[in-house]
């Protein structure tokens, strides 16, 4: 296990116990437990199988961190959950759930970020600022995320392709690439709160080689539910 995750593993048990605790009473019920214990016992998972293998992308100094960090535990969430007759689809509702409820609750963060976007070109500067952050950390750090801003058009006035996906190279490694569907589903629910369009037709989980994330002006903003990934005629997969 890197260092950094072994300095960190108090806050980061404390991030998975606020982030499922939106959805305390399915896991109770789905675990035939308090919801503290079943926590708990996927907090044991999550150690022994996942946190001792994932790979640094630099701490605290990358955003990404967080993103990699929080779908490691909701696979760790859904291993645990199997063994006490979780479905990946009712799995992949309740991260939905918590993710909107989480965001739900970051009142504070949504509004700057919502105010952000609605300046695209102020957004469009922060973004390439910090896609050349992410190409420097990339260089110390490989394997973690790395984007590059496209040039805006009347239609989309944000565009960015995700070309590196750690959560995805974890998945493949470790075979977990089932429940990508549903974690890259989670864009959607994230956008959502931003108060944004998200428009996509490519990921890395479906072989693309890149995540495009495009930002539709005007147009009504994509249902969060079922995975689009997962419906090869839905054009926003």
Not at 170 to 179: G, I, L, V, W
Request: proline fraction near 5%; aromatic fraction near 16%; charged fraction near 30%.
């Amino acid at each position: 296990m890197h260092e950094y995750y072994k300095k960190k593993m108090p806050k980061l048990k404390k991030l998975m116990i606020s982030a499922f605790k939106y959805v305390d009473e399915d896991i109770e019920l789905i675990f035939k437990k308090p919801y503290n214990e079943a926590i708990d016992e996927v907090w044991d998972y999550y150690i022994k199988n996942i946190l001792n293998r994932l790979p640094y992308i630099g701490g605290d100094d990358v955003s990404g961190t967080f993103n990699l960090v929080g779908a490691t535990q909701q696979i760790a969430l859904i291993k645990v959950g199997e063994t006490y007759g979780m479905t990946t689809t009712k799995w992949g509702e309740l991260i939905t759930e918590s993710t909107e409820l989480y965001f739900k609750n970051k009142r504070l963060k949504m509004f700057f970020a919502k105010a952000m976007f609605k300046r695209p070109k102020l957004m469009k500067f922060i973004m390439v600022k910090a896609a050349d952050k992410n190409r420097k950390n990339a260089i110390k750090n490989p394997g973690s995320f790395e984007f590059e801003v496209l040039e805006s058009t009347d239609e989309y006035p944000i565009k960015m392709n995700y070309t590196v996906c750690p959560i995805c190279e974890f998945a493949k490694k470790y075979d977990y690439m089932e429940y990508m569907p549903y974690l890259c589903n989670l864009d959607y629910t994230i956008f959502k709160f931003f108060g944004v369009s998200l428009y996509r037709e490519n990921t890395c989980a479906d072989g693309d080689g890149y995540c495009d994330f495009k930002i539709k002006k005007g147009a009504p903003i994509p249902s969060t539910w079922p995975p689009h990934i997962l419906d090869m005629n839905d054009p926003l997969k």
